[in-house]
T-cell receptor, first 113, second 111 residues
Framework: EAGVAQSPRYKIIEKRQSVAFWCNPI?????LYWYQQILGQGPKLLIQ????????DSQLPKDRFSAERLKGVDSTLKIQPAKLEDSAVYLC???????????FGPGTRLTVT | SQELEQSPQSLIVQEGKNLTINCTSS?????LYWYKQKYGEGLIFLMM?????EEKSHEKITAKLDEKKQQSSLHITASQPSHAGIYLC???????????FGSGTRLLVRP
């Protein structure tokens, strides 16, 4: 079974620029999550999708972050404009149902200079 | 997260030694998940605990959830260099789906 795919793996941008990350969850997984992991900390949930609907985006900085999952499969997370404090690893995870274990992708390491 | 405390923050052990990592909450947990993360990689799911007193094992790793469902421990027997990495506990604090993660325990196993 293929795992959660993410791209790119690494991205370096200057502050005020825009960036987008892509995630392809495990086939058949209805629930998709985006997490932000700052160095030395555990992951923090940004947004959760159930199929193509948003379940929770309470911790998503909506003035600069946006995410979509149009067809209920792939998802993109965008930051516009980026700030220095956005430097982190952005992890995508998926689960079969929202109460079951989550499977994580390798992450995208973002550096904002 | 202050809601979930992990200890120790880091651990260096000699190969072959046993070790224990703890994860503590001030609230009763609805579910507790253990993950392992290697530098630059995603999280690998290890085990999920939901019932008070529950214990699960996989190879040389055993995880327990106490009866009050506020503390979990992860025990590694006869550690190997392949066990090195960051161990993260994640917990559901209420009946919703949301996982709160601890800050992780960094384990180094010296050959």
């Amino acid at each position: 079974e293929a795992g959660v795919a993410q791209s790119p793996r690494y991205k370096i941008i200057e502050k005020r620029q825009s960036v987008a990350f892509w995630c392809n969850p495990i086939s058949g997984h209805a629930t998709l999550y985006w997490y932000q992991q700052i160095l030395g900390q555990g992951p923090k949930l940004l947004i959760q999708f159930q199929n193509n609907g948003v379940v929770d985006d309470s911790q998503l900085p909506k003035d600069r972050f946006s995410a979509e999952r149009l067809k209920g499969v792939d998802s993109t997370l965008k930051i516009q404009p980026a700030k220095l404090e956005d430097s982190a690893v952005y992890l995508c995870a998926s689960s079969l149902e929202h109460l079951l274990e989550q499977y994580f992708g390798p992450g995208t390491r973002l550096t904002v200079t | 997260s202050q809601e979930l405390e992990q200890s120790p923050q880091s651990l260096i052990v000699q190969e072959g030694k046993n070790l224990t990592i703890n994860c503590t909450s001030s609230k009763t947990l609805y579910g507790l998940y253990w993950y392992k993360q290697k530098y630059g990689e995603g999280l690998i799911f290890l085990m999920m605990l939901q019932k008070g007193g529950e214990e699960k094992s996989h190879e040389k790793i055993t995880a327990k959830l106490d009866e009050k469902k506020q503390q979990s421990s992860l025990h590694i027997t006869a550690s190997q260099p392949s066990h090195a990495g960051i161990y993260l506990c994640g917990a559901r604090m209420d009946s919703s789906y949301k996982l709160i993660f601890g800050s992780g325990t960094r384990l180094l196993v010296r050959p």
